[in-house]
């Protein structure tokens, strides 16, 4: 099981990795230790874990803020020094809450609340009612885009659609004959009223179209990267993060 601890005082996470290191109710075969926000962020962008312990406040900001960059369905177990973000932290997929300084029976307990949640919870409805509530009527769905080139207005066809990709503030989308135009709204919201049959979201920059993808190149079980046709301009590796490729795989298969 991996582990990864979002932790800025060293002290704080040497106690820890040591209390893991010795502990026997969970099996542990590798702890990352993530010293920072930017640090956390650009882990999870490719990389996974089976527990997350996470202080609230970091050197560079609030660990919370993590979750407004990457999507992260990893439990987490919170270690912080100040209670007052208890009712915050709970919206998360949160295990417990440790209050700093804990002891070595908080965190066996906080290790044994998991096991039991993790071993009672049957994910599998919730994803074919998120998938049935994802599969909506296609009459619902948009088929057309209205982008601006120059002072006049074009619409762009579902099917000329190669791929929507998230740069910086804005959202682009990219057609199938190389043009490339601002598109005003979110990768968020966009993702909702695209045909699930056509478009996936890949991982949190990119929706692409089945038909753009060229090549799928597996450089392990956990990294999947896709060509694209045409080519991104920028973000030229495009890679299908952790948590959706068995899902992307089946889209691309069905």
């Known amino acids: 099981m991996r582990i990864a601890i979002i932790e800025d005082e060293l002290l704080a996470v040497n106690y820890l ?15 990352v230790i993530l010293r920072s926000k930017k640090q956390a962020i650009e882990f999870f962008e490719n990389n996974a874990a089976d527990l997350i ?16 960059h990457v999507e992260l369905f990893t439990p987490v177990i919170f270690i912080t020094a100040f209670d007052e973000y208890a ?12 209050l700093k300084p804990f002891e070595e029976t908080d ?16 994910p599998e409805p919730v994803l074919k009612s998120m998938s049935t509530l994802h599969q909506a009527n296609d009459q619902e769905m948009m088929k057309r885009f209205m982008v601006r080139e120059g002072n006049k207005l074009k619409s ?16 682009f989308l990219a057609t199938k004959d190389h043009q ?10 966009i993702i909702q009223k695209l045909n699930p049959q056509i478009f996936f979201k890949i991982n949190r920059k990119f929706i692409v179209n089945k038909e753009s993808v060229t090549e799928i190149i597996k450089h392990s ?4 990267e896709l060509k694209l046709s045409p080519e991104p301009e920028v973000n030229a590796e495009v890679f299908i993060s952790k948590i959706q490729i068995s899902e992307c795989l089946s889209w691309l298969n069905s």
């Open 53 to 68: 312990f996470m202080d609230i406040h970091l050197g560079d900001g609030m660990s919370l803020e993590i979750f407004e």
């Open 180 to 189: 490339t135009y601002i598109y005003d709204d979110t990768i968020k919201d």
């Open 221 to 224: 079980s956990q990294k999947v």
């Open 107 to 122: 965190l066996h307990k906080a290790l044994q609340k998991f096991i039991s949640i993790r071993n009672n919870f049957d």
């Open 17 to 31: 990795k040591n209390l893991l290191d010795n502990q026997n109710i969970i099996p542990v075969t590798e702890i």
């Open 156 to 171: 762009i066809d579902e099917h000329n659609t190669a791929y929507f990709f998230a740069s910086g503030k804005y959202l």
């Open 87 to 98: 009712m915050r932290v709970f919206k998360h997929f949160t295990i417990d809450y440790l």
